[in-house]
């Protein structure tokens, strides 16, 4: 069974900072492209972060600069170092690959508010 497991949300204030985490059972990331989406209530989910197999990352223009996608092939995680938030970056977390389908996890909230 595949399960991807996203922790590290929580309640912060504008211009503070969170770094979430994903790691999964049965699913090996290294040779995969992968992604943190957000998902605001009523909305698709978003892609925010990418990171190649390769390293070489990309981000949505509303994030770049304040996100940071990371991974660690050897512990099987990837990461998103958030600064700066903003309360427009309210919304549940999720990791997955991008080019193959993998069971969507439950995601973890981030909530930005005074």
């Known amino acids: 069974q595949v399960q991807l497991v996203e922790s590290g949300g929580g309640l912060v204030q504008p211009g503070g900072s969170l770094r979430l985490s994903c790691a999964a059972s049965?699913?090996?990331?290294?040779?995969?492209?992968m992604g943190w989406y957000r998902q605001y209530p009523g909305k698709q989910r978003e892609l925010v972060a990418m990171?190649?197999?390769?390293?070489?990352?990309n981000y949505v223009d509303s994030v770049k600069g304040r996100f940071t996608i990371s991974r660690d092939n050897a512990k099987n995680t990837v990461s998103l170092q958030m600064n700066s938030l903003k309360l427009e970056d309210t919304a549940v977390y999720y990791c997955?690959?991008?080019?193959?389908?993998?069971?969507w996890g439950q995601g973890t909230q981030v909530t930005v508010s005074s």
């Open positions: 049965g699913f090996i990331f290294k040779p995969h492209v």
């Open positions: 997955n690959a991008l080019h193959v389908e993998v069971p």
């Open positions: 990171i190649t197999s390769g390293g070489t990352k």
